[in-house]
């Protein structure tokens, strides 16, 4: 079956096929193929190998994917060199946790702003990663030729896995590069991205969070938008411009290239592409999936999030400490939060669920006698139908559970990790680290009321079958407050002090039996252990079958829409996406235009509203009109929007125009249209950008970080 399946593939991949404007997520390593006379005709001006070329020095040199220590593949983000000194552009939001990081009551830059205005000033961020793409291969042949028919998924993925690091081993040894094989179409082709990652990225510069976070929660993933969501890193390098821990020693980063830097304005349909990381979407799910993500996960982790975030804002509103310890904790919460309530409002508005029953009625007619595409929307509807309370229990059991107050998580991570210790070992230095970092953003009286919310919400919403023990014991003596409260007293993960001074006086001693009476690790062991042992078998048995089901279920589209482009979905690797400026239409009646300016947020100032305020100096600049040359049009731009298919991950790229100079860089979506994970709309679709002009202005004028201009290259 999987040869044959992938004898199809191959076959439909050999189509010159159409594909509606602005939607999809391309392999640069294909553009020539696929995108390049489409991308012609909008209005791009250079080749595929302008773009991407492992020979010369092309745009995708000059794309950066941010990671961590230990998943370096996983971007979180993206950046784009802006200089020759490793100059990395990206999103404020992006460097936001590092801005913390280096925060404090009286160096306090999440709302102060940072700018080094000398290299010894740039600030070290341990753990954050560039990866730096060098060539993709298409390593296809080599996996599907191991895979046999009748291979079952759990051997498939060990084969699949056993071959992929091979692959990349043999792809990098004796160089300093890393390796990373990774599923496209749905598991039925393969790719493997070397890297160059550097290991000492340093802040450089980022506006105050009255810029780089202005609108905040309230404005996130919407449109009209006037967010400077920007930031600047800068790469460092060792000996011979090599990867390089962090050291004194080290030097910027000497790129390949870099991005040119547009000055010269943009105009509605103007063509523009988006150079980045996305990290997940979800096209071709089936019916069965995008109605539980409509009638069950959305709904019920939104709820859980509500509840989080309306005791996180409380607490944020009475305290500035408090402020300053949750703002990155709470812009995570609600992220998710705002964009499923988003998704669930585009799905419905477009029936995607009816859109892709009919899809599946007209596959379900075609596959009749066609081995193995026969009875797959049969095995699908089976297959969600045994997922549907899983999935459900699982949401609170991550969400609300796990996921929910953090003395859960950190209860049991921190006691796993001290039962590994013998008799004779010492505390380790890492442990005293990872406690007072835990620490100093946390507060115990503001997690115990979360405590007591999630415990109220698995109560009401999840039958006793699905309540972990411990979490059906809580609500029976005294009720869920009284509950947190004494779990709260009683646990030592909830004071530093008593913490650290307990783990002091047991040094070189066990102290698995004795935390593990803990009350909050108690809380933490039972539900994890409920998830591991109840929820999560059955619901990975049935991922495995879907898994298989996707791949057949994809390949079997492609055959029977031959004249139809298929893009793989994301997977946290480098895509290019494609699509013009140009507004869009809400709601009847609505019409919103592409471009914002700095008029618009003093329209927004609201002094009395902290996502609206608006700092001193801006506006100072505005009544003078101290605008320099970043105008257009007698005003300053700061954000704009276009057709361009992004993603999570996409955060920081690089928005180019049809010459591959930057015009800002992508941040967001409209609420509208992030639906497009599953279901991409071009009426509605829209990413949003800040304005390379407003990043410019905010440097020259607001931060007078001239030297930072200077390093880059303009052009009109």
Request: net charge neutral.
């Amino acid at each position: 079956m999987q040869k044959r399946i992938g004898l199809m593939w191959v076959v439909a991949l050999l189509f010159q096929l159409t594909c509606r404007a602005d939607e999809g997520m391309w392999i640069p390593l294909l553009l020539k193929k696929y995108n390049l006379e489409e991308m012609q005709r909008q209005g791009f001006r250079l080749t595929a190998e302008d773009v991407y070329d492992i020979n010369r020095a092309a745009l995708k040199d000059a794309v950066v994917g941010l990671g961590r220590e230990g998943r370096p593949f996983s971007h979180f983000c993206t950046g784009e060199l802006v200089s020759r000194e490793g100059l990395l552009l990206t999103n404020h939001h992006c460097a936001y946790s590092l801005i913390q990081a280096h925060s404090t009551l009286t160096d306090n830059y999440l709302k102060d702003g940072f700018w080094a205005y000398n290299r010894p000033d740039e600030l070290a961020n341990p753990g954050i990663t560039a990866s730096i793409l060098v060539r993709i291969e298409d390593v296809t042949q080599q996996i599907n030729g191991a895979l046999t028919t009748g291979t079952n998924e759990k051997e498939r993925a060990a084969i699949v896995e056993k071959l992929s690091r091979k692959l990349e081993e043999e792809a990098v040894r004796g160089t300093d590069l890393q390796a990373n094989v990774k599923p496209y179409f749905n598991g039925n082709q393969y790719f493997m991205s070397v890297f160059r990652i550097y290991r000492d990225v340093r802040l450089v510069g980022a506006p105050p969070s009255a810029i780089g976070k202005f609108g905040g929660d309230t404005d996130n993933w919407t449109w009209p938008r006037h967010t400077g969501d920007f930031a600047f890193l800068r790469i460092y390098a060792g000996k011979e411009n090599a990867p390089a821990a962090y050291s004194p020693e080290n030097v910027p980063y000497r790129p390949a290239t870099h991005f040119k830097i547009a000055t010269g304005g943009v105009r509605e349909g103007d063509f523009t592409f988006v150079f980045g990381y996305p990290a997940s979407t979800r096209e071709y799910l089936p019916s069965f999936a995008a109605e539980q993500l409509l009638e069950i996960e959305n709904p019920h982790k939104t709820a859980i999030r509500t509840a989080k975030l309306k005791l996180i804002d409380q607490a944020m509103n009475s305290d500035e400490l408090l402020r300053l310890k949750y703002a990155a904790k709470a812009a995570g919460v609600a992220n998710s939060w705002k964009k499923w309530q988003g998704e669930t409002k585009g799905l419905t508005r477009f029936g995607t669920v009816e859109q892709k029953r009919r899809l599946e009625a007209e596959f379900k007619t075609w596959a009749v006698g066609r081995v193995p595409y026969d009875g797959v929307t049969d095995r699908y509807e089976a297959l969600y139908r045994e997922r549907k309370e899983l999935i459900l229990a699982d949401a609170y059991a991550l969400e609300a559970g796990l996921g929910g107050a953090e003395i859960i998580a950190f209860a049991r991570s921190l006691t796993d990790r001290l039962s590994e210790m013998t008799e004779n070992d010492l505390l380790p230095a890492s442990v005293d680290q990872q406690i007072r970092s835990f620490f100093k953003n946390y507060d115990a009286a503001t997690d115990q009321k979360i405590l007591s919310e999630m415990l109220k919400l698995y109560d009401r919403q999840l039958p006793n079958e699905w309540k972990p023990e411990a979490v059906k014991e809580s609500g029976q003596k005294g009720g869920y407050d009284a509950y947190a409260a004494h779990l709260f007293h009683q646990s030592f993960f909830t004071d530093s002090t008593r913490l650290l001074a307990c783990l002091e006086r047991w040094k070189g001693v066990p102290l698995q039996e004795k935390l593990k009476k803990d009350p909050a690790y108690l809380l933490a062991s039972s539900i994890a252990d409920f998830r591991t042992l109840r929820i999560s078998p059955p619901l990975r048995e049935i991922e495995n079958q879907l898994r298989e089901l996707d791949r057949v279920w994809l390949a079997g589209l492609m055959e029977m829409q031959p004249d139809k482009r298929f893009y793989a979905d994301a997977n946290s690797t480098l895509r290019v996406a494609y699509g013009k400026i140009g507004g869009y239409s809400p709601a009847d009646g609505i019409y919103y235009r592409p471009f914002t300016t700095l008029s618009g947020i003093l329209e927004k100032e609201d002094p009395e509203i902290y996502d609206y305020r608006v700092p001193a100096k801006l506006k100072e600049l505005y009544q003078r009109k101290d605008f320099g040359p970043y105008m257009q049009d007698g005003e300053v731009p700061v954000c704009f929007i276009a057709g361009n298919h992004t993603t999570g991950g996409n955060s920081g790229s690089p928005v180019l125009n049809a010459e591959g100079h930057l015009i800002g860089v992508n941040f967001d979506r409209a609420w509208e249209g992030v639906m497009s994970d599953v279901q991409y709309e071009p009426s509605i679709c829209r990413n949003i950008s800040v304005d390379i002009r407003y990043v410019l202005f905010i440097v020259d004028k607001f931060a007078e970080a001239g030297h930072l201009i200077r390093e880059m290259e303009l052009v009109e």
